[in-house]
Nanobody, 132 residues
């Protein structure tokens, strides 16, 4: 299965873009899915996770209260990340991913590690650049 992230670009500080992730021809409905980002020279950071069946969402502390993850209830192969009040520190390459499990990690600080341990599937990243 291939995951495709889109919706990135150049955004002014304070902007609120929405990223999309699509798995063409594949239903993501049975699986927990999430978003990550990686800035140059930084470790990949887990931002948000939504479980199956979308009863639990978790966020990393750096984006709590600003970002919202959601699933498309009609198109089972898509999910989103709404980002509010973006700042230059949010500039990074943003990735969507799943490890084909049903649950989100209890510790979002370990979400990247969980994806690595479970041989998760990553989409090609989409660059978000926030200008001041």
């Amino acid at each position: 299965v291939q995951l495709q992230a889109s919706g990135g670009g150049l955004v002014q500080s304070g902007g609120h873009p929405t990223l999309s992730c699509e798995a063409p021809g594949f239903s993501l409905d049975p699986y927990a899915v999430g978003w990550f980002r990686q800035a140059p020279g930084q470790v990949r950071e887990g931002l948000a996770c939504i479980n199956s069946p979308a009863t639990v969402v978790r966020y990393g502390t750096s984006v709590q209260d600003r970002f919202t993850i959601s699933r498309n209830n009609n198109a089972k192969n898509m999910f989103y990340l709404r980002m509010n009040n973006l700042q230059p520190d949010d500039t990074a390459l943003y990735y969507c991913a799943t490890d084909f499990g049903r649950e989100c990690p209890s510790d979002m600080g370990d979400y990247y590690g969980q994806l690595i341990r479970n041989s998760g599937r990553w989409g090609r990243g989409t660059q978000v650049t926030v200008s001041s």
